[in-house]
């Protein structure tokens, strides 16, 4: 494909200025004169997306012209964010778009900001799957993304006297302009009802309830809009939408009956990340996504009158974790039941077609159905992996079926091609503990793909300062091919560029901290050290390891305020899920001690603590370039990846960090004297684990944090009250998580960090050699790795 013929010619910013106010007008009904900034703001994002139609009919074409692999991406979240900035920066409008406003007496950057946040997933899954979107559009790789529309997504957080409460979110309250309904792409989804088996082994499934699947689209533009792939969306619809026969009864509410239990499965994004299992609507929920889609594959499969049995040559489905696991057993389902395929034959097919990328190590996170569950929601599935679980005990002697349970990562390991690990450290420890005997059974089966951030919305879109500062010094090529950013090395060396370096983030910090000032009541001063860690709240990740270390740190500066102390802002941000009594304790102790730590006349000019609430993609936005701290202290085995980590690094961030996840990777890249490690080891925490009482030795080894703990219990940050024995009893008994045993090293580093961060221009070259050495964390360069090792995919672009 010539790459011109997808690339827009520019509008001047006087036609572009035209355009939006036709749209105000024509598509809005809304008189100039009389409209508000969200009017003008949705006139904007529709004159935008014009822009997008044209490429992606481009892509479509070309893609059918091809008859190439299509690539499909199965996930039950996209943490998408806004889409304005995303969509003009990759058009390459946005110096258009502003003028263009300028010239209408509206500023873009108070327009964008009015665009509701879509936040269809609970984090690092959710947003891997939006940025794998954002690569899979920039490599030219033909793909549809699949997921469910949920009309209420994350929770909207909220701290009522620092305890979190949840209100239901509304993004759809406002017009969502970016997709596209399509009324006449529609499946229909069955549950329940019965089996009818026939002699060859294939079978008629009568369900009994069933609702509509309607897609929704949303163009998914990558790099210069080069290429255009589609995020499909379904929404659940009633069959019949309305009983006239009760509500001629009489019975109005009963007439409504059909169309609130079918709505209900597209109602809401589940709110945790770790324990959803066992409830009845996640798993109609999972399959619902997954049946419309594998349905909607293999129309469009057919459409190009390909023979059933070449399916994989021309189709390749990723599985985002185990949520989409029943992808296997239905795609087997239609390959036997509809399209008359032998069932060893549909096995394997069905394998060749479907990758599965696992997640997490978390034991309580892996998902188990009950058995008896799904086979009364889906009792010709059931029988389908009732026969699954006999070929693998037979091949490898591992079940499927455990315990009057379906265990879903069995599943999908069994009905995958390949299986892959998000990091290196990440996909030995599935190897060695989640899948070990599936893996000596299939050695070749489990492949690493370390994850990675777009740098497109990660670093051109959100941290203007800096990306300038890079093109200026080495070009634009970066933005579609991170590791030049290697090109930055040699003038780490150069006062000039680390002085415009520093500034950048200066002027970031300062950003953050008038945003701070004017949305959250909070006064910090921009040349303190900003010490970042945000990221859903849970014990693994260790929020209660910083805010301990806080209080510590507090109480040294009240023991000897003479010394020299280096001024930090702590900034927390992320959600707990609402059933999460522990996470949700960890979040009123740090909301606790802000309260008294702020206000302390003795500390207050050296140390603050800010927990901005409604942590979200907008809001990592806002405070990713502005850090000169990355906490990333999770117990070393329990972060699969992580990439809050790479964003933060990429954007001139120190890391203090566990050897976890993608934290060890990032070391090697930026170098060991970039990177501030502290804790034990994954093969420690293990070993430790087995030492009796090794909490209670731990804090009787620390002098400073049993005195914290003291603090705690006496009420000295709650008034008095003793509001956290929750924690300290976890503490003092278990601590599962190894607070206690890696507090003294964390302590000691962040002291370390103290002394460094002083020498302001030694740390801005270790800031800025973190940015020039973390260009391999790109997505582009996972989903290349995802395209050769897993899928066979290739780009379309010729360049
Ligand atoms: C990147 C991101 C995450 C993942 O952060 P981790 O630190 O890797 O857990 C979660 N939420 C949002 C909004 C993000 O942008």
């Known amino acids: 494909m010539p790459k011109d013929t997808l690339t827009p010619t520019l509008p001047t910013a006087a036609r572009f200025a035209d355009d939006i106010v036709t749209h105000l007008m024509s598509s809005l009904g809304k008189d100039p004169d009389h409209a508000s900034d969200n009017d003008w703001r949705v006139a904007l994002s529709l004159t935008v997306r014009d822009r997008v139609v044209d490429p992606w009919f481009e892509s479509t074409r070309a893609t059918y012209a091809a008859a190439g692999k299509r690539v499909y991406y199965l996930s039950l979240e996209f943490l998408i964010g806004r889409l304005i900035e995303d969509v003009t920066i990759n058009l390459g409008l946005e110096k258009v778009a502003t003028k263009a406003l300028k010239r209408l007496g509206k500023d873009y950057d108070a327009l964008v900001v009015l665009e509701a ?13 939006a940025c794998f979107l954002d690569s899979l559009s920039t490599l030219g790789i033909p793909a549809y993304g699949y997921g469910i529309r949920y009309e209420h997504g994350l929770f909207e957080q909220h701290f009522r006297d620092g305890v979190q409460v949840e209100n239901a979110e509304a993004w759809l309250a406002q017009r969502n302009v970016w997709e596209f309904e399509r009324p006449e792409v529609t499946y229909e989804v069955g549950f329940g009802g019965h089996v009818d088996y026939t002699e060859d082994g294939a079978a008629t499934w009568h369900p009994t309830d069933k609702v509509i699947a309607k897609a929704y689209d949303t ?38 009956a059909p169309e609130s239990f079918a709505r209900t499965l597209s109602r809401v994004l589940y709110p945790d990340d770790t324990t959803d299992q066992g409830k009845e609507l996640r798993l109609k929920q999972e399959y619902f996504f997954v049946a ?27 599985m985002n974790d185990t949520h989409p696991a029943l992808a296997g057993p239905e795609l087997i389902r239609l390959l036997v039941d509809e399209h008359g395929v032998a069932f060893d034959a549909a096995i394997d097919l069905a394998r060749e077609c479907l990758g599965y990328t696992n997640h997490t190590l978390l034991p309580e996170a892996l998902e188990r159905w009950s058995e008896g569950l799904v086979k009364h929601l889906l009792p010709r599935h059931y029988a389908i992996i009732c026969l699954l679980n006999l070929r693998s005990l037979e091949a490898t002697g591992t079940p499927i079926l455990e315990h009057g349970e379906v265990k879903m990562g069995e599943l999908s390991f069994v009905m995958a091609h390949r299986v892959n690990g998000v990091s290196a450290l990440h996909t030995e420890l599935v190897k060695e ?46 933005v579609a091919d991170l590791e030049q950013l290697t090109a930055l090395e040699p003038h780490v060396d150069n006062a000039a560029f680390l002085r415009n370096f520093d500034k950048a983030k200066r002027a970031n910090k300062v950003a953050l901290s008038n945003w701070l000032r004017d949305h959250h009541g909070a006064a910090i001063d921009p040349d303190a050290m900003f010490d970042i860690q945000i990221k859903r709240i849970h014990e693994y990740k260790r929020q209660l390891l910083n805010i301990l270390e806080t209080i510590a740190l507090w109480n040294d500066m009240r023991d000897t305020p003479t010394a020299t102390w280096t001024p930090r802002v702590k900034i927390f941000g992320g959600k707990a899920a609402p059933g999460y009594a522990m996470a949700k304790s960890v979040i009123r102790l740090i909301n606790d001690v802000a309260a008294t730590v702020n206000t302390d006349p003795v500390t207050r000019d050296w140390l603050q603590v800010v927990f901005p609430e409604n942590y979200n993609v907008s809001m990592a936005e806002r405070l990713i370039p502005a850090a000169d701290l990355s906490e990333q202290i999770s117990t070393a085995g329990k972060e699969a990846s992580g990439t809050g980590n790479m964003k933060l690094s990429l954007n001139g961030a120190l890391t203090i960090g566990t050897l976890d996840g993608a934290n060890v990777e990032i070391r090697d890249h930026v170098g060991a004297e970039n990177f501030y490690l502290f804790g034990l080891t994954a093969e420690q925490v293990r070993a430790r684990r087995t030492q009796p009482d090794y909490a209670r030795a731990a804090i009787e080894a ?19 009250e003793n509001r956290y024995g929750d924690i300290l009893g976890m503490l003092w008994d278990h601590d599962y998580f190894l607070v206690t045993p890696d507090f003294a090293d964390y302590f000691e580093t962040q002291r370390q960090i103290d002394v460094d961060y002083r020498d302001r221009k030694d740390w801005t070259r270790k800031a800025a050699l973190n940015t020039a050495r973390m260009g391999w964390f790109s997505s582009d360069r996972t989903i290349a790795g995802y395209a050769s090792d897993i899928w066979g995919a290739k780009s379309m672009l010729t360049n």
């Open 702 to 720: 620390s002098p400073r944090l049993k005195r914290v703990l003291g603090q705690i219990a006496d009420g000295v940050f709650s008034g008095g």
């Open 117 to 129: 946040d879509a936040a269809l997933g609970n984090g690092g899954l959710g947003r891997l799957a």
């Open 433 to 478: 503990l989640v899948f070990h005997d599936l893996h000596a059974a299939y050695p070749d089966r489990i492949v690493n793909q370390t994850n990675g951030v777009t740098p497109r919305r990660w670093l051109l879109s959100t941290n203007a300062p800096l990306s300038t500062l890079i093109t200026k010094t080495i070009g634009d090529d970066w």
């Open 292 to 318: 419309a889609s594998l349905r909607d594959l293999l129309r469009r499969f057919q459409s190009e009158g390909y023979e059933i049995e070449t399916l994989a040559d021309h189709v390749a489905i990723q």
């Open 219 to 256: 163009p998914v533009v990558g790099w210069q809009a080069k290429w255009v792939n589609t995020l499909r969306l379904w929404s659940a619809l009633p069959v019949v939408n309305f009983d006239l026969d009760a509500f001629n009864r009489g019975d109005h509410l009963g007439a409504s």
